[in-house]
């Protein structure tokens, strides 16, 4: 039996299947967001864990780290869009990627409350699996360790099926 990384070498595998062979593995969500990391770079500015996928739904963490603070010792506000976009992104291409292509065309955050210890963001949405093109909303909750949500990630994403 082939390696995770011999076969990922072959052929760049989708989302959902790097997920699926990434899930079950000890450390496999760290794993699976750093390999996001090195496919969009700017997301790997990050530490984070997908804690869960699947159609319509992402649950990724951004870890409390120095680096992604702003001066009043709170998460900076670009770190949570990142987190957002990224919660986002992979609610969409879960479904998406192999069958066609998506771009962000607009990101909107409401900021709440500081933020502060792990960040967990979660989508849920219904994404379109029918030839052609597709705009789609999609919201993301930013919550903090006691449920409180810290902020809202509004993304709008261009998704062209088929092409």
């Known amino acids: 039996m082939k390696s995770l990384i011999a076969r990922a070498l072959e052929r760049r595998p989708s989302i959902a299947q790097l997920w699926s062979w990434l899930k079950s593995v000890p450390g496999g969500g760290r794993i699976f967001f750093k390999l996001i990391g090195q496919i969009a770079p700017y997301t790997g500015t990050i530490d984070g864990e997908v804690k869960s996928l699947g159609t319509g739904h992402a649950e990724v963490v951004l870890f409390d780290q120095r680096g992604s603070r702003n001066h009043l010792n709170s998460l900076h506000a670009i770190a949570l869009m990142n987190l957002g976009e990224v919660a986002t992104g992979l609610t969409m291409l879960y479904v998406v990627d192999g069958a066609g292509r998506g771009i962000i065309t607009t990101l909107k955050m409401d900021y ?25 909303t999609l919201e993301a909750f930013l919550r903090d360790e006691s449920g409180d949500v810290v902020a809202k990630a509004t993304a709008n994403w261009r998704v062209t099926i088929g092409k």
């Open 112 to 136: 709440l409350k500081k933020a502060r210890g792990p960040i967990t963001a979660t989508c849920d949405a219904a994404i379109p699996t029918q030839p052609g093109r597709h705009d789609v």
